[in-house]
């Protein structure tokens, strides 16, 4: 069974009264084990479709599966439960907390989800390891380059064990060799460990390492 | 965790949190202070009212109360003592003849009542015997019998003379009064006023108007001299309605922080009172009772009026109402000062949380978007609320803490209106105190101040929208 599924999605906004279409008849589907990259121009729809298949947002019409829950009509706690477990989130801007350790942003996800606090801490530990970052795990967010804070935000994403890793623009904070490392991290887990990734960028590095790239314009799918 | 990362969040902008801290700290610092004074003059005030005055109980003939005359005696004194004897919870019984008299000495006359006491028995229910400030307690050995009498009645009476001596120079140093106002009385030495205006008159002379406010008391004390050993006659209505009068030496002066009382009791011998009043030992208006527990005088007051039903039996409460009223206001109203005072911190805290959750927008979006639920955001922001609250309280409590054990033992000396406190039967020095209740009832407040202040900025991080939340700059 594909771990996302799209079925005719539309999405639209009322801004001033004015009807805007932001994602026009999108069907995707999107197996486990791909590393995609969905691009296009800004006002495309990108971060709309991310937004989308994280939960965050609702499509006006059409239905959307992640593994064998529909997300589109999750409401409220079991929404925000279900974005928990199943969904990992990686921010252009790492988004970490700075007053956090290294090792206690990973963990953060981790106590959300009402993982024991001995258990918490090994697996954090070992997602640090993954990402390179062991070393680290004391380390706050301050005392870290914008690639290594990627990173931990990696392994923060990976903490929950989700379906998959939505990536907005994951390197677009990030200078050429953070950002090539980063990208050979994620290429090395979405190998080794099987990690869905679904990005949303205008890197062409990013462009080029994806296995798929899903071409999106004015809202619609162009390529897939 | 979530505790653990309020407290960092809370330390992020260390120097508007602090100031935070210090502004609830002073505050609470105010409000201790004001509670702990409160209490230490509430309870001196109740102290001083049931040791001095009025006891845990007392017990008269119904109809005394309603017209005190000398014949209005309790009729079965003796049963009451041998029941109060035997009561575990009484430490100490004392049976009074109470009666009016007029008080007449070589130079004025006044009004007064007189309490005819064992001696014994009283030192048992009353501290009197420890407020003499001149001369001595009630003896009964004189063979002209002695009265005791307040400081206030002496001055009425005109038993007090001023007089400014070189040695007296030595005591004001001694008091620590500063060595310019004693220079400046100098000038005074050798003179002598058998009225304390007079010498007034002259002091305010010499000072300056804010030290004469300041000093001037304090100077008339130690100026005076009590005219011992001089005559006093007593006139009272005995028990058959005639008028009798006796001569006794003033032979003690006692001085409580109530000038009222000071002024209008006097104290003699039981036996002398009572064969002038034409009473048997046993007949007596009053019998007072000091408990070994102030909370043990409504049970002891209770006993003794079942099984005494043809006496009155009064506790403290209702024999003195006011008292009982300060007692029980009296946390009440510090309470409200520190809820006063919190109230207005807690617009300085809603600021604060209103300017940290708006510094996060993003991070509240991110943690929301990664599946933190709004429950867990309110209490990470109340937490927050409630341990800057809590950080300034305790410091605040803290140093209230350590300033009144040190004034707890020192005191607040308020003797530039000493006067004034005396007539309301207030101590000027006051010893504040307070308890380990009225101190977790503050905590339960500033943690009830962090509840409410974080309620408004907790609610606009709720309504924050993750999307929109995310892409704030």
Not at chain 1, 197 to 224: C, P, W, Y
Not at chain 2, 320 to 329: C, R, V
């Amino acid at each position: 069974m594909a771990v996302i599924e799209v079925i005719n999605v539309e999405k639209t906004y009322n801004e001033s009264q004015i009807k805007v279409t932001a994602l026009k008849n999108i069907n995707l589907t999107i197996e486990a084990g791909e590393f995609t990259a969905i691009v296009g121009p800004s006002g495309s729809g990108k971060t709309t479709l991310l937004n989308l298949l994280g939960g965050l947002d609702k499509p006006t019409s059409g239905r959307i599966r992640v593994g064998d829950v529909w997300v589109d009509t999750l409401k409220g706690s079991k929404l925000i439960n279900f974005r928990l477990h199943h969904i990992g989130f990686v921010f252009q801007s790492y988004n970490l907390i700075p007053v956090l350790s290294a090792g206690e942003n990973v963990e953060l996800i981790m106590q959300l989800q009402g993982v024991p606090a001995a258990e918490r801490r090994k697996i954090a530990y070992s997602l640090l390891e993954k990402v390179g970052l062991a070393d680290r795990y004391k380390s706050k967010p301050s005392q870290l380059s914008g690639g290594q804070q990627q990173r931990v935000a990696v392994a923060r994403a990976l903490a929950s064990k989700p379906n998959f890793i939505l990536a907005d623009e994951p390197t677009a904070n990030l200078d050429g060799k953070s950002a090539e490392n980063l990208l050979q991290m994620m290429e090395l887990l979405n190998k080794d460990d099987g990690v869905t990734f679904i990005f949303s960028t205008h890197d062409q590095r990013v462009v080029n390492r994806a296995h798929r790239v899903v071409v999106l314009e004015d809202g619609v799918i162009k390529e897939s | 965790m979530l505790i653990s990362l309020s407290w960092r969040n809370i330390w992020r902008n260390k120097t508007r949190s602090m100031i935070v801290v210090a502004a609830i700290a002073v505050g609470l610092f105010g409000g201790v202070m004001a509670v702990g004074i409160l209490n230490g003059w509430i309870n001196q005030r109740v102290h001083d009212s049931i040791y001095n005055e009025i006891a845990h109980v007392q017990i008269h003939n119904p109809e005394y109360l309603l017209n005190e005359e000398t014949n209005l005696y309790i009729n079965n004194t003796n049963e009451i003592l041998a029941v109060t004897d035997t009561m575990k919870d009484v430490k100490g019984v004392s049976a009074r003849i109470r009666l009016f008299c007029m008080a007449q000495s070589d130079r004025a006359t006044t009004g007064m009542v007189v309490m005819g006491i064992n001696p014994t028995e009283e030192e048992k229910v009353s501290q009197i015997y420890r407020k003499i400030i001149a001369g001595e307690y009630v003896d009964t050995t004189h063979q002209i019998p002695s009265i005791v009498i307040g400081s206030k009645a002496a001055e009425v009476l005109k038993l007090i003379n001023y007089r400014i001596t070189t040695e007296k120079m030595d005591t004001l140093l001694e008091q620590k009064l500063p060595e310019q106002i004693v220079d400046s009385v100098k000038l005074l030495i050798d003179k002598s006023y058998r009225k304390k205006s007079a010498l007034l008159k002259d002091i305010k002379s010499i000072l300056s108007k804010s030290n004469f406010q300041k000093y001037a008391d304090r100077l008339a004390s130690v100026f005076s001299e009590y005219r011992l050993n001089k005559s006093l006659v007593l006139t009272i209505q005995s028990s058959n309605g005639e008028l009798h009068y006796q001569l006794f030496k003033v032979r003690g002066i006692y001085q409580t922080s109530n000038s009222q009382f000071d002024a209008a009791n006097a104290f003699v011998d039981r036996s002398v009172l009572a064969k002038m009043a034409g009473l048997k030992p046993n007949q007596v208006h009053q019998v007072a009772i000091i408990c070994n527990d102030m909370d043990k005088a409504q049970s002891v007051s209770n006993e003794l009026a079942k099984l005494f039903p043809t006496v009155s039996v009064r506790s403290w409460k209702q024999t003195s109402p006011e008292i009982a009223l300060y007692a029980q206001f009296g946390d009440f109203m510090g309470l409200i000062y520190v809820v006063i005072i919190l109230f207005a911190l807690a617009f300085g805290i809603i600021n604060t949380m209103m300017m940290s959750v708006l510094e996060r927008i993003k991070e509240l979006g991110m943690l929301m978007a990664i599946g933190m639920n709004k429950v867990k955001v309110f209490i990470m922001i109340m937490l927050e609320s409630v341990m800057l609250s809590l950080t300034g309280g305790v410091v605040g409590m803290g140093l209230s803490a350590v300033i009144l054990a040190i004034l707890g033992h020192t005191g607040i000396d308020f003797s530039a209106w000493s006067e004034g406190f005396a007539a309301l039967g207030f101590s000027s020095v006051v010893y504040p105190s307070i308890g380990i209740i009225d101190y977790i009832e503050i905590t339960v407040l500033v943690v009830l101040t962090g509840i409410i202040s974080s309620l408004w900025p907790a609610r606009r991080a709720l309504k924050l929208n993750p999307i929109e939340a995310l892409r704030e700059e």
